[in-house]
């Protein structure tokens, strides 16, 4: 045994309680907003009517509830992996689990005896997210039982997922038509999107069962400690085998939601890169890769930032596809920020800590 | 203690005793893996088992052993890089696009390695220097590359240069009538210098050590940095390379070629017999890897009955069986 | 105090200059000084051992000297020049080399490669593959050693990974060899086989600076010592003209004192009750425990003594259930019971906080209170959160009993100081009303206020009904607060003895397993 220095407690922790302005200041959701607000005035500039809300039918239409209602997918993607990171995992199997549920989904209302009924639609959609029941057991079974690592694990289902959901369509982009279903993305309840609405709810439910339970703080302990975890008895397996779950579930909602947004499922593209855009909403919300202390606010502000994002990019002229570019920079941006090692270069006294942390890690 | 009398040792002795068998295991299963799958292959198809069969097998999956290869020193060393497959994209396009321009096809190939090697660079500095997850800044690599070749163009750009189009189609015919092309000889040449490389060089043996125990690596004043940032220099490069290959067997730049693909070079590296952790694994084992993706394709263009996304299932499965191994030989070692 | 310290230095020799002087070096981390003003001096061809407690600024004194950690103030002289190694690297090129307990070599190379891996002999570019393990085979030979340099080195045991990294050591030409606790995981005939290797070192004019727990070896192998006390110098002192006793003054010095006033405030007398609380049935575990039978009685207090790596932490954890037993069983309240998890144990009722506070026990990034009721808060399962009020109370309550600071319950547990944590640690197994405590080295690397409180504690929960295990390095604490004391000493329970009239020489005995000077009975 090496004997061990309690590090000491930085002086500016045992400081007084922040005013609120400070506190505003350092809140890890200040910037994020921030860029927010700083894309949409770009975009009140370019466009001038871009924050301009009609009503129609009763519904409301216009950019600001385009970017709401297209944050769904990514919001509800991003929902479930905040909880699976937050325990140290990461999910990679996210876009081709959303594939699986389309493909479900789409195939069994076209098969079913009335197309167009919404009992049809109802179970459909209950099949579909069964099935994606069984792809969480099966990643948290790999991660939980078997102990591989969770970004291997997952990827096992990320290359065979698309192969299965193209078995289910049988390689056929599948194009049910059902209004019940394709109200799942474009129907509005209250003036507003469904989808968006779907979204909040899980995010509220999340919340809810994360935040009134001592489910949230479970979870964050068996991230930040796994094994003192352990000894002090939580039952770590069944808390991580249940976020797989959980996250598998969210990415069949966000699955179905998009495969309503186009009534067709394409299982090659259906949800690519949605693994990627929900990481990166986790991060921008500033919950730590390196798991622990989740923030299910700052998931949301970070669907909506990518959302602003990828709607902002045209309004400026810029073709769509550059978004990616975009959120690039974004990605080694936030990064940067939460880096302790790049921060530390910045404060020349932080410089010893971080290089002697290094070198015992 | 007495100490005890070592014999000079006789060549014999260095053969019997240097690098227990162990370490080849998982190369060695692949390797009759791949052999038995040819085999079976050969029985029940007809015309499987002709040279020309696996000299396809090689011409059609050239560029994915090229990536295999960059990959491989990523995760020896204990990283992980997502960025390839757009890597390749955006390589196809910059030499689409500039000999649309009209550069001379060897400049525009220079710059394609160029910005491949470049952009593996910066990867490795966000790894190494930042302390970023190597999964993260290559996720930023993946959205870069993918966004400069939308950038450029969102269509697909054929290539027409002659001596480009030459390349592509001029074949080496082989001693009995059989034929090959010199995207093949690129990927074998890559496969042999970077097997030398990584088990004859400081550099690459300095990739073992870095992902057997990275701390341990720089205590023993090991060129830590100089290894962690080569590595994804040295898969940027490959992706690079890979997407020449690519554009040679595409002839055309497409901001949608290779979607997916790092996932194939990362499944081929792991069916390869390379521990995901890092630290251990052969390029070779890599190349078998490819070999036997390329078998399971090559299966079922044979089978007309199967369809083309058993392939994917099968490398799922594939997948899984190594990584399920790995974990268990892991574990009772641990 | 701007004085240098100079008192307790040995005479050198005229013709021995030092390789290594270290004078007045400080560290501080954050408000913490880890070593203040500290010098060392290194003989050429000595074996110089680096004696401390737990926090006494050893290894960061090590860290200091290989460039892991900067210096404040101070300064390092090697071989007559001043340096100050900005990386371990930088070190190693100066000659100062170090093998670690955990041996930081590289496991999936071969022993050769980690003997020269970066500079290796080299041909046309190439590494000459050929040459490389000749000269690793005629390095291992020099030192004696027969290990053949093209074997993977994960496949060796510990011991010979470390003789592995002195080999490395010694072929980059090291003047200074430094060994951190080499010992620990070694039994004896590998120790003796790491001797040969030092006295070869010393033979051959390197200074070896070795650090260990174990008195005895000390008193084997080194020439000098230096004794550091919470991040200062004592004394430097010949081993030979130090008796054992005096150096563990020395070590521990004035808290000894100290903590002597809670001596006898507590009667050791047995209690009186003679219920079974928790009975162990030849318990064992391959590889970490053979069978062993103990059995704890309410309102007890037993005590085990025993070296690092004697058993003591493993079998705390196979009744914990932390790790599954492979042979023998537990009964709990006299009903047999197969513990397959500590969420098993829990719900028997027994709490087990761990040796490693930091990696096994503290939750860094939860707040005081969440690190209090985790355990509680487990044992009910995640539906049912306890109530808000109740949860006030309950840390309020203890964090005023254990007087833990800050009193803040929202506070972040990282924040907190190491005998802090561990009250809250404590405060989390009260928390649960257990019926059996176990303690791993509770009071280590805590400051002596701490220290006193939790001995307090201990004490009085007994004589409240619970039971009590209690592990301690120190023999002092262990002898002061058991009723009973189990002595532990190669992975098994050699001794029990009810705690009348013995000593800590008498336990020393024990432990050591053979006769020694009187002069080792404890401090009167």
Redesign the interface.
């Known amino acids: 045994m090496t004997d061990t220095l309690d590090r000491a407690p930085a002086p500016e922790e045992q400081a007084p309680r922040p005013g609120p302005v400070s506190r505003l200041l350092g809140h890890q959701l200040l910037w994020p907003v921030v860029a927010i607000v700083v894309m949409l005035v770009i975009d009140v500039i370019a466009v001038p009517s871009f924050l301009d809300l009609r009503v129609q039918d009763g519904h409301l239409y216009g950019n600001p509830v385009d970017i709401v209602r297209n944050s769904a997918p990514v919001m509800l993607v991003a929902l479930g992996m905040t909880l699976v990171i937050a325990t140290r995992g990461i999910d990679l199997s996210v876009g081709a689990v959303a594939a699986i549920a389309a493909a479900v989904a789409c195939t069994r209302i076209v098969e079913s005896a009335d197309e167009g009924a919404a009992s049809a639609a109802i179970l459909a959609c209950t099949t579909a997210l069964a099935a994606c029941v069984l792809l969480g057991v099966w990643n948290g079974f790999l991660v939980s039982v078997v102990g591989i690592q969770p970004i291997i694990a997952t990827l096992v289902l990320m290359v065979a997922g698309r192969g299965l959901a193209m078995l289910v369509t049988d390689g056929q982009i599948t194009t049910p038509s059902n209004d019940a279903f394709s109200g799942l993305a474009t129907g509005f309840v209250l003036g507003l999107p469904i989808a968006f609405l779907i979204a909040l709810g899980m995010v509220v439910l999340t919340a809810v069962l994360t935040r009134r339970t001592a489910l949230g703080m479970l979870i964050e302990a068996v991230g930040i400690n796994p094994d003192a975890s352990r000894l002090a008895g939580v039952r770590a397996r069944t808390i991580t085998w249940t976020v797989y779950v959980f996250a598998a579930v969210c990415a069949g909602m966000a699955g179905l939601i998009i495969a309503a947004n186009t009534n067709s499922v394409n299982a090659n593209s259906l949800g690519l890169w949605i693994e990627l855009d929900a990481i990166l909403a986790v991060v921008i919300g500033g919950t730590a890769l390196t798991g622990g202390r989740f923030s299910l606010a700052g998931t949301v502000v970070g669907a909506l930032l990518i959302s602003t994002l990828v709607r902002t990019i045209p309004s400026i002229g810029i073709p769509s596809e550059a978004n990616y570019l975009f959120k690039a920079f974004v990605v080694i941006l936030v990064c940067l920020l939460q880096s302790p090692r790049a921060r530390a270069a910045l404060r020349v006294r932080g410089r010893r800590a971080a290089s002697s942390k290094a070198v015992a890690a | 203690m007495s100490a005890t009398t070592v014999p000079n040792p006789t060549t014999w002795d260095r053969v019997r005793t240097y690098s227990p068998a162990s370490r080849y295991l998982p190369v060695v299963a692949t390797f009759a893996l791949f052999i038995g799958m040819f085999g079976f292959g050969g029985i029940s198809y007809q015309g499987f088992f002709d040279w020309q069969v696996f000299l396809s097998l090689l011409l059609d999956n050239s560029f994915l052993i090229v990536l295999a290869v960059g990959m491989t020193f990523v995760i020896l060393s204990g990283g992980i890089d997502l960025s390839v497959g757009s890597v390749v994209a955006l390589s196809t396009m910059i030499a689409a696009k500039t000999m649309e321009m009209g550069w001379s096809p060897y400049l525009s190939m220079a710059t394609v390695l160029l910005v491949g090697t470049l952009l593996g660079t910066l990867m490795g500095v966000l790894v190494h220097y930042l302390d970023i997850e190597p999964f993260i800044a290559t996720l930023a690599g993946l959205f870069l590359a993918r966004g400069l070749t939308y950038l450029i163009s969102k269509n697909s750009i054929p290539i027409t240069d002659e001596t480009f189009v030459e390349l592509a189609f001029a074949s080496i015919t082989l001693p009995g009538g059989y034929y090959t092309t010199w995207t093949v000889v690129i990927a074998l040449a890559t496969v042999v210098v970077a097997a030398y490389v990584l088990a004859r060089t400081r550099f690459g043996r300095t990739v073992y050590a870095v992902g057997g125990n990275e701390a341990s690596a720089m205590l023993m004043g090991l060129r830590v940095a100089v290894v962690k940032v080569g590595v994804y220099a040295i898969s940027g490069f490959c992706a690079a390379l890979g997407g020449l290959l690519f554009a040679l067997y595409t002839l055309s730049g497409y901001s949608l070629h290779a979607v997916g693909m790092e996932l194939d070079a990362i499944a081929a590296v792991v069916i390869g017999g390379t521990l995901l952790t890092g630290g251990r694994g052969f390029v070779v084992g890599s190349l078998l890897g490819v070999l036997v993706l390329g078998t399971i394709q090559t299966f079922i263009s044979f089978d007309g009955t199967l369809n083309s996304w058993w392939t994917r299932i099968a490398i799922g499965v594939l997948l899984l069986v190594f990584v399920v191994v790995q974990r268990l030989m892991t574990r009772r070692q641990s | 105090m701007t004085h240098t310290q100079e008192r307790g230095v040995t005479e050198l020799p005229n013709d021995r200059r030092p390789v290594v002087e270290m004078r007045d070096v400080s560290i501080a981390?954050?408000?913490?000084q880890?070593l203040d003003r500290v010098s060392m001096r290194l003989l050429p061809g000595e074996i110089h051992a680096l004696m401390?407690?737990?926090?006494?600024?050893?290894?960061?004194l090590i860290?200091a000297l290989t460039g892991?950690?900067?210096i404040d103030t101070g300064r390092i002289v090697v071989g007559g020049e001043e340096h100050e190694f900005a990386?371990?690297?930088a070190a190693?090129?100066a000659g100062i080399s170090?093998v670690?307990?955990e041996?930081?070599?590289?496991?999936?190379?071969?022993v050769a490669?980690n003997m020269l891996?970066?500079r290796?002999p080299?041909r046309f570019?190439?590494?000459n593959?050929?040459a490389m393990?000749r000269r690793a085979?005629a390095t291992l030979?020099r030192l004696?050693l027969?290990i053949?340099p093209?074997?993977?080195l994960?496949?060796h045991p510990i011991a010979v990974q470390q003789l592995v990294a002195i080999a490395?050591a010694v072929d980059v030409d090291a003047r200074v060899v430094i060994l951190?606790?080499p010992t620990?995981s070694l039994d004896a005939e590998e120790v003796?086989?790491l001797f040969?290797v030092m006295r070869r070192l010393r033979e051959h004019g390197v200074a070896v600076l070795f650090v260990s727990h174990f008195l005895d070896q000390v008193y084997e192998i080194a020439d000098r010592m230096t004794i550091l006390r919470n991040g200062r110098l004592v004394e430097e002192r010949m081993v030979a003209e130090t008796s054992q006793l005096e150096l563990v003054r020395l070590m521990i010095g004035r808290e000894l004192e100290v903590l002597d006033r809670l001596d006898r405030d507590h009667g050791r007398a047995a209690p009186n009750s003679a219920t079974p609380v928790l009975t162990a049935v030849g318990l064992g575990r391959k590889g970490s425990l053979e069978a062993t039978d103990l059995t704890l009685f309410e309102g007890e207090v037993v005590g085990i003594a025993g070296l690092?790596g004697s058993g003591r932490t493993e079998l705390a954890r196979l009744l914990?259930g932390?790790d599954t037993a492979d042979h023998g069983g537990l009964e709990v309240r006299s009903t047999r019971r197969r513990l397959r998890?500590?969420?098993h144990a829990?719900d028997r009722k027994i709490a087990?906080s761990?040796e490693d506070r930091?990696?096994?026990?503290?939750?860094?990034?939860?707040t005081v209170a969440?690190n209090m009721l985790?355990?509680l808060?487990?044992?009910?399962?995640?539906?049912?959160?306890?109530p808000s009020a109740t949860r006030a109370k309950l840390v309020r309550e203890y964090i005023q009993a254990l007087d833990i600071r800050?009193t803040d319950p929202n506070a972040?547990m990282r924040?907190?100081?190491?005998g802090n944590?561990q009250k809250v640690l404590l405060a989390?197994w009260l928390i649960t009303e257990p019926d059996v405590l176990i303690l791993d080295e509770p009071t280590r690397?805590?400051d002596i206020g701490a220290k006193a409180q939790i001995q307090t504690m201990v004490a009085d929960l007994a004589a409240k009904g619970m039971s009590v295990l209690f592990i301690s390095a120190e023999l002092e604490e262990v002898l002061r607060l058991s009723h009973r004391v189990v002595v532990m000493r190669d992975r098994r329970k050699i001794r029990e003895l009810a705690n009348e009239d013995v000593s800590v020489g008498d336990l020393l005995e024990i432990i050591a397993g053979e006769t020694r000077q009187t002069e080792l009975e404890g401090p009167a």
């Open positions: 981390f954050g408000n913490v880890a401390g407690e737990n926090g006494a600024g050893k290894s960061t860290k892991v950690y900067s990386t371990p690297a190693q090129a170090t670690y307990q041996v930081n070599l590289v496991p999936n190379l071969t490669e891996l970066g290796e080299r570019g190439g590494i593959m050929g393990n085979r030979e004696g027969d053949n093209g074997s993977l994960g496949h490395r951190d606790e620990s003796q086989k040969d690092l914990f932390a998890s500590p969420r829990i087990f761990s930091k990696a096994e026990g503290v939750i860094g990034d939860l969440d985790l355990a808060q487990a044992s009910r399962g995640w539906l049912r959160p306890i800050p972040l924040n907190l100081s190491g944590q989390r690397g805590i």
